[in-house]
């Protein structure tokens, strides 16, 4: 029998070897268009043939956006053949925009290991793609992204939970002396929510949202609408009405990513506090409710839920 008096491992957050247990592609490539189009449809057509999830290349004046879809696949699919034939996929994207027009990519790929993830960034510079990863501990949506053929990867240890404690105790020995310097009388001034805006733009009618006051901070609560996708033939609708790339990122938060931000707005819409949250309960289970805690601030003069993290000016 273990030692109750052996501390916990610490997390192996080194690279990992071999493919994950599954993972997921999600995020946005865009820039100018090229002098033809045929390259920009050969190269989504390419990425979508890997099977990694769905592609898609919308073309709006000038620029072009390529949206992948987020579905969870099977980690078999990422092996270093796969790794390869996606990076030159989206080398020969850039290719054919051009490789003196700078591309922006939010592109992602989430891999969910036994023990870890690894998250890889694809920034595209000057025609090549430069992959830039981090490893971290499995998180509980890593977890809700599993596929049911796949067991989750298990439990983080008691690490996270003792540190939890730890930190708790530290907040309430100086909580007398960090009240007056974290603002908190401030917070406390900020206005009531319940007068104020809350913009949905890109989601439309799609999402019910409710803010209220907890003390000194805001909780905003995202609950389905009436008239929230939930099949995928209105899902298939939503998607043919789509237009430019921040509804298509929208579309992709409510149909499986599951990713929505939530912000703050001063005066002339100004951002003033944002913080993300994950909408993939409710995508699974109608009753299932978003929960975002915005810190309080007495500037505050509405909200907006979106599907990308910036806003405004």
Not at 40 to 60: S, V, Y
């Amino acid at each position: 029998m273990a030692d109750p008096r052996t501390p916990p491992r610490v997390p192996d957050l080194s690279a990992p070897s071999g493919p994950p247990a599954y993972a997921w592609f999600a995020g946005v490539v865009e820039g100018d268009r090229g002098g033809t189009d045929g390259g920009l449809h050969a190269a989504a057509a390419a990425i979508e043939r890997l099977g990694f999830g769905r592609a898609d290349l919308e073309l709006e004046g000038a620029r072009f956006t390529l949206l992948l879809s987020g579905e969870t696949v099977g980690g078999e699919r990422l092996d270093d053949a796969g790794k390869r034939s996606f990076i030159a996929a989206l080398e020969e994207l850039a290719r054919a925009a051009g490789i003196a027009r700078p591309l922006e990519s939010t592109l992602r790929c989430t891999e969910v290991h036994a023990d870890r993830t690894v998250e890889t960034l694809f920034a595209i510079e000057g025609g090549r793609v430069r992959p830039l990863s981090r490893v971290r501990a499995v998180d509980a949506e890593d977890r809700r992204r599993a596929p049911r053929s796949t067991g989750a990867p298990p439990e983080l240890d008691s690490l996270g939970r003792r540190r939890a404690i730890v930190i708790v105790l530290s907040l309430v020995a100086i909580g007398a002396i960090s009240v007056w310097r974290s603002g908190l009388i401030g917070r406390l001034l900020s206005p009531d929510p319940a007068a104020l805006p809350i913009l949905t733009t890109e989601f439309g009618d799609r999402l019910a949202v409710t803010v209220r006051h907890d003390f000194g901070d805001y909780r905003v609560e995202i609950r389905r609408s009436p008239a929230f996708p939930d099949t995928d033939e209105e899902l298939a609708l939503w998607r043919d009405r789509l237009s430019g790339a921040r509804e298509r990122i929208a579309w992709q938060a409510l149909s499986g990513e599951g990713t929505v931000y939530v912000h703050s707005l001063g005066e002339g819409s100004r951002r003033l506090h944002t913080v993300s949250v994950n909408l993939r309960p409710l995508i699974v289970d109608g009753s299932e409710v978003g929960i975002a805690h915005l810190r309080g601030d007495p500037r505050t003069t509405g909200f907006a839920i979106s599907p990308v993290e910036s806003w405004g000016k």
